[in-house]
């Protein structure tokens, strides 16, 4: 998805236009989409005319309208999304107050206004327009002097950054300058991966080049790790690949796509992190039921006391039709947070949200026991 425009006001009201496209916005789309929202976007209409004879003729209009949402029908499979609503501005063709469905199409912007711009929201819109949270895999194609960071999906290859560096040649009788310049080169490129890649998301980073560089380039990575106490590159080290190819350009993740080894790293394991959250939840309802709850109420409590190490929630709770209610989950989420705790927002399309939503949608995996909550009804 593409962010067109974001317009917020320091009230929190206002608007974003979006461009989805593929199936997988239309999902960003639906879950960021609430009632009494507006959506401005391109629709059909049949418009009937009546002419001075008498005689009524109808066609199909074209137009920009905006609507005040009653309700959001999506089909993930075929991937439709159907807005119902009243028209809430003025138009030649159509009457104020009047309804209408828009059904919202790839490749085509919308705006949608908000009220208010909650933190979940603000994160989902992040998340679906920021290719490297998307992404399934990072890769540096290099060789001396050049290297490319490259993000890739399913769908398209970015180059996040291109790094040049020019090495003075070996001379006869020292190499000072070209290990200093090497150095200086392999330094950019760890602080463009410190800075560029999510960890948490891809499931493999690629280190690809001609020659021995991926092989220095890796060492020297390694070393500054432990020089620096770096734990994200350490505690990742096993999702570092070294691969051949040809040169430092683009194009040559081609070839470096097609190596056996990629193609099995590759297996899907998608929402990998929410499914291990879940099944340490359910570990320690057996080892030590104290530490781990369920539904609000109960959550609400341990969070009260400073208590929750992971909260585990559905989408599905905020996309409820009660403003109030889903306030009081974003304020939850932001309560967490800031006393340190992990969230994870599954999604109910997947297994993993399926189970938990089994589970009222909510629970949590507390730093320690409360053996009181649990005598309390939800």
């Known amino acids: 998805m593409k962010l067109i425009s974001k317009n917020l006001e320091k009230d929190t009201s206002g608007s974003v236009t979006l461009l989805p496209e593929e199936l997988e916005d239309m999902w960003h789309v639906y879950n960021l989409i609430s009632k009494e929202d507006m959506i401005k976007a391109t629709t059909i209409r049949r418009i009937q005319s009546e002419s001075t004879t008498g005689s009524s003729t109808s066609q199909r209009v074209r137009m920009n309208l905006t609507i005040t949402v009653s309700s959001v029908d999506f089909d993930p ?158 505690e990742n080290k096993h999702k570092f690949m070294l691969i051949h190819c040809s040169n430092g350009h683009k194009h040559a993740l081609v070839e470096v796509m097609q190596d056996p080894s990629i193609q099995m790293k590759l297996a899907d394991t998608k929402s990998a992190k929410e499914i291990q959250a879940l099944d340490n939840f359910y ?50 989420v932001e309560a967490v947070r800031a006393q340190g705790g992990l969230v994870y927002v599954f999604s109910s399309m997947h297994p993993s949200g399926e189970q938990l939503n089994q589970l009222t949608g909510i629970a949590a995996i507390l730093s320690f026991p409360l053996p009181d909550i649990e005598d309390i009804e939800q």
């Not at 003025?90 to 912007?109: A, F, M, Q, W």
């Open 77 to 234: 499979s075929a991937g439709l999304l159907r807005i119902n609503g009243r028209v809430s501005k003025e138009n030649p063709y159509v009457k104020l107050g009047s309804y209408h469905t828009i059904d919202l199409e790839l490749n085509r912007n919308f705006s949608l206004f908000k009220p208010e711009w909650d933190i979940i929201a603000l994160e989902r819109v992040d998340d679906a327009c920021d290719i490297t949270k998307q992404a399934d895999i990072a890769a540096v194609v290099c060789q001396e002097g050049l290297a490319n960071l490259c993000f890739m999906t399913k769908h398209m290859t970015i180059v996040k950054q291109r790094i040049e560096v020019p090495i003075p040649r070996k001379r006869k009788g020292s190499v000072t300058n070209h290990d200093k310049g090497l150095h200086k080169f392999y330094e950019q490129i760890y602080q463009s991966i410190l800075r560029h890649v999510h960890f948490d998301i891809i499931k493999a980073l690629i280190i690809a080049s001609p020659g021995f560089v991926k092989d220095q380039l890796y060492q020297y990575m390694m070393d500054q790790a432990v020089k620096t106490e770096n734990k994200l590159i350490m």
């Open 283 to 332: 570990q320690m309802m057996n080892t030590d039921p104290d530490r781990a709850f369920y539904g609000y109420k109960h959550v609400l409590m341990a969070n009260e006391r400073g208590a929750i190490r992971t909260l585990l929630l559905t989408d599905e709770l905020f996309r409820s039709s009660d403003i109030a209610t889903r306030k009081q989950y974003v304020a939850l």
